[in-house]
């Protein structure tokens, strides 16, 4: 290992250092209670609220999984999911976070996703919490395995270790603050990720374009590749039968460019209907100290977002220029971030931006563990198999289901190949579909009752599983991005079934009513 390498990882080593220290200033706090574990007493400021609401959200795909589709295919695909993320983002701070920080507190003072939407409909069974647990648990589990890919991806890259041993590391990392300081710790640390965050993306694209040239002979290299710049085209890279690029006397092929169509325009942008059933970032609205201050937070998040997912589609842009022969595959193009920070910045510098995607992928693990722990000790284990469950109990459950949903976690993230990319568009798709259509519903619907609900939540989660897996492979006009026909599906499905059954009795209509009027 030679001398700058071990500066990058000295500096990494303080990062994660000092994000194990948050854990440890909050363990006394976070140990009082479930509400303070899993909420944090509803005591997060609008700054801490907004970072870490997407910090948690963004995860490393935003330095790793952005910038290398934009390296691979250009600014199409990017672009476009870069502007549905935004968009969805803005909308869902304007439209759901004080209707659901009101809601969440009158309807039993629920902690978590699947116990508000199982007292907003005053249920005994537990059917909806059950369900909305479930989900929870399978969709993350997946989504903490693109994290952790991340983490090995990262590790091995840098270090020149194996991936397996380097992936592990990253995920007992995460384990151990997440289990030691619990939601507050997290939101801490995810205030000082997110900025870390976007520091390291300004960074690394000041230093870039310098080294580029400027922007101007950026874009000059980009406009040569056809499609590459294209907002309704697409590069389309000559590959082999394994996917690797080919070259010709050093420079990396490009067939004709392909057709961007508006299918697939409205596969990008539907994204950002993902945010109305993000847990991760649900939460947060519910956590706020003041429902007042949210708009605050959401001009905070607005910017924050504007900023970063800007910076990485472009950093995708400049390293194609850059780095052109590099990064062979579509897997390999997720390294891109790295690649430009170990070339052009100091040691240490690099070290700080190479915190910045550990913190990327370890704000929003952290995020995924601690909400699937938290479905399965609160709304599986103490609401339906041990209901006179101490809080106490509650709490160790929370950190038993931690170190089973990483395990499974790290099983998933195995395989080195694996496109963080692709991992998350999938996880996204079904909390989106699962919970987006729900959320709004019954924020907005009065006439959404139990029935509608589940039937919305089972519709939406299976349909993502069928369109990935059955229709999205037949292509052509089938080839549209899960979330959106499982969204709409869901949506049908809530309507339909809420009309044909019976209405909400009156006490869940007049809950309805005064969480509508308050002012």
């Known amino acids: 290992m030679n001398p700058d390498t071990i500066q990058i990882m000295i500096t990494m080593i303080c990062y994660m250092l000092a994000v194990i220290a948050i854990g440890f200033a909050f363990a006394r706090r976070a140990n009082k209670s479930s509400e303070d574990y899993f909420l944090g007493g509803r005591t997060l400021g609008p700054w801490v609220t907004a970072m870490s609401a997407e910090a948690s959200d963004m995860s490393g795909w935003l330095l790793m999984g952005l910038p290398g589709v934009a390296y691979w295919c250009g600014v199409a695909d990017a672009a476009w999911t870069a502007i549905g993320l935004a968009v969805g983002t803005y909308f869902n701070w304007l439209i759901t976070s004080r209707r659901l920080r009101r809601y969440s507190e009158k309807a039993g003072n629920a902690i978590t996703l699947p116990e508000f939407f199982s007292n907003r409909f005053h249920e005994s069974g537990k059917v909806i919490m059950t369900i909305a647990a479930l989900f929870i648990l399978i969709f993350f589990t997946v989504y903490a395995s693109s994290c952790l890919v991340t983490c090995g991806k990262l590790f091995s890259t840098l270090f020149g270790f194996d991936y397996v041993p380097m992936m592990i590391v990253g995920a007992v990392f995460v384990l151990l603050y997440t289990i030691i300081g619990g939601f507050l710790a997290e939101s801490a640390s995810d205030f000082m990720q997110a900025v870390v965050m976007i520091v390291a993306l300004v960074v690394v694209v000041t230093v870039g374009c310098v080294a580029a040239g400027g922007i101007d002979d950026v874009i000059t290299n980009a406009k040569q590749i056809p499609g590459f710049l294209d907002f309704f085209g697409i590069a389309t890279p ?53 429902e007042r201050e949210l708009s605050r937070s959401r001009r905070i998040a607005t910017i924050w977002v504007l900023i970063s997912l800007t910076v990485a589609v472009f950093i995708g842009v400049m390293g194609r220029q850059l780095f052109p022969t590099e990064l062979t595959t579509s897997s390999d193009a997720e390294n891109v971030f790295i690649l430009l920070s170990r070339n052009l910045l100091p040691p240490v510098i690099a070290g700080l931006v190479m915190a910045g995607i550990l913190a990327a992928t370890i704000s929003s693990s952290d995020s995924y563990l601690l909400i699937a722990a938290s479905a399965f000790a609160k709304n599986i284990y103490q609401g339906i198999v041990k209901k006179d469950a101490s809080d106490k109990q509650v709490l160790w459950m929370s950190r038993l289901a931690l170190l089973v949903i990483c395990a499974i ?19 996204w798709a079904g909390f989106g579909a699962t919970f987006g259509p729900l959320m709004l519903f019954s924020l907005f619907w009065k006439r959404t009752n139990r029935a509608g609900a589940i039937a919305g939540m089972i519709g939406g989660g299976v349909m993502v599983f069928v369109w990935n897996l059955l229709v999205r492979p037949l292509g052509g006009v089938w080839d549209i991005y899960e979330l959106l026909p499982a969204f709409i599906f869901s949506s049908i499905c809530i309507v339909v079934v809420s009309l044909l059954t019976k209405e909400p009795g009156k006490e869940i209509q007049d809950e309805f009513e005064a969480v509508r009027n308050k002012a």
């Not at 590959?239 to 990396?252: H, S, Y």
């Not at 508006?262 to 990008?268: D, F, W």
């Open 238 to 290: 000559v590959t082999d039968a394994n996917g690797v690029q080919q070259m010709v006397n050093g420079a990396p092929q490009f067939g004709e460019a392909g057709t961007y169509s508006l299918l697939s325009i409205a596969s990008c942008l539907a994204w950002g209907l993902g945010y109305f059933g993000m847990p991760q970032v649900l939460l947060r609205f519910m956590a706020i100290r003041e």
């Open 409 to 427: 976690a790290i099983v998933i993230a195995l395989d080195e190949n694996s496109v963080i990319f692709t991992i998350v568009s999938f996880a």
